[in-house]
Every structure is written in C-alpha cells, then in structure tokens.
C-alpha cells in the first residue's frame, strides 16, 4: 500500500463528500486507503458517506474523540508507507498526492510535507508555512509581528524547508510517524501538528513546504467564534510550552 488518507469528520458530510471526490480523483492509479473516523456525529454522516462511498473504511466513536485520538485511531491501521493526515473541509488538486509520493520518494530524511493553502476566497492562508513557537517566536506573533511565525520569507512558489506542517493538509512518512510517537493525546484539538511537526525535527527529519493547491474551508469542521474554541486552542498552546519548554510542570492534564 502506498498511500493511507485519513480525515476526521464530525457532523460535516457534505464536505466529506466533497473531499472525498477530490481525494478519489487525485488518487488514480495509486494504491491507496482511506479512513473516515467519525466522532459521533449526529447528522447521520456514516450512513450518508458508506452509501455514497463503499470503499472507504468507515470507523465510528461513540463519543468526540478528538483530533489526536481519532487520527491515532486509523494510524494504527493504516499500511501505506506513508499517511495523510487531511481536514474534512478541505478540497485537493489533481496532481497533489502523485507530487508529494514523489518528492519524499526522492528525499528519504522527509517527515512531513505540507502545501499551499487556499481560503475560501482564494487568497493564500498564511498557515500553510510555520515556525515552532518557541517562546520568543510566540510573544512576537502575540504583540502583532508574525512574519517569523509564518516564514513570510519563503516564496510561495518554490519548495522549501519549515518547521511545523498544517494539520489540514499533513503528508507523512510512515516509518517517522510510528517513530516520533503518533500525535500527542493530550491535544484534544488543535496544537498536535505543531508538537508532531517539532518531534519530527528532533528526531532528525526535514519538513517540506511544497508548492501544490489545496482549498480549505476554514472553520467549517469547527466553531470558532465560541468560548469552547478559546478554551481549546489556549489550553492546546499551554500543552506544548509546557511540554517542550517546562517539561518539569505538569499543569495541562
């Protein structure tokens, strides 16, 4: 096998749907497989997915699992030499998944391959390339400087080295992921990509961002204008300084 997609869906299948015909479409004459992990989804998303798409291989929690749990889920079933880890609300390109097999074909220290995001409005999401937030990368971004953050120096148009890959859109090698651990449990959302991108760098791999469109709908697998999102995403980014920079506190469990 040499391709394993996996996409975490809660109550939004109709772009499931949509990704899935992208997915499909990018995928032909590879051998691939994909995983629908739903997280108890209320809007009968399993039912209306299986009917339309037989050949997917449809996992169903009972409860929210969360992101990291519910990617670990079908990583740990997955046999293709290397996994994509992509957002429900997304859309790829035709050529996508052949480029991103060959590139890490031809560079074996890659762990990670991340691509050019598109909004909704087709601008570019400035996202698609980050730097770990060290503490002092992360209080420039916080006081409103965030061109270090998102290696605004890079060039949209040539591939380059980063340090963290998009959760969205996260293409790996799958000897590096069983490596590095599989994505940290502690995250329930958001963050993980973050912490897997910088294990993957302290294990000796490379991160690639790589010049290939994908459309993601932000914000349509999400609430973001809640409390519970705030609650979340701070709490996710107090995990990871505490992790990586105050490994002798253990305040985020």
Known sequence: MKLSIVIV????????????HSVYAAASGIDIEVFVVDNASSDGSVAYLRERFPQVRYME???????SKANNKAIREA????VLLLNPDTTISENV????????DEHPKTGAIGVRMHNEDGTVAPESRRAVPTPWIALTKYLGHSRRYYMSHLPWDQPARIE?????????????????????EDYFMYGEDIDLSYQLLRHGYENWYLPLDIVHFKGRSTIKTSFRYAYVFYKAMLIFFVKHYLSFLHIYK
């Open 164 to 184: 963290v890959v998009s959760g969205a859109f996260c293409f790996l090698r799958h000897t590096a992921l069983t490596e590095v651990g599989l994505l940290d």
């Open 79 to 82: 046999t293709g030499d290397y």
């Open 61 to 67: 929690n009972q409860v929210n699992m969360g992101f």
């Open 97 to 104: 998944l052949r480029e991103c097999i060959a590139f890490a």
């Open 9 to 20: 869906n809660y109550n939004v299948r109709q772009y499931v749907e949509n990704c899935l």
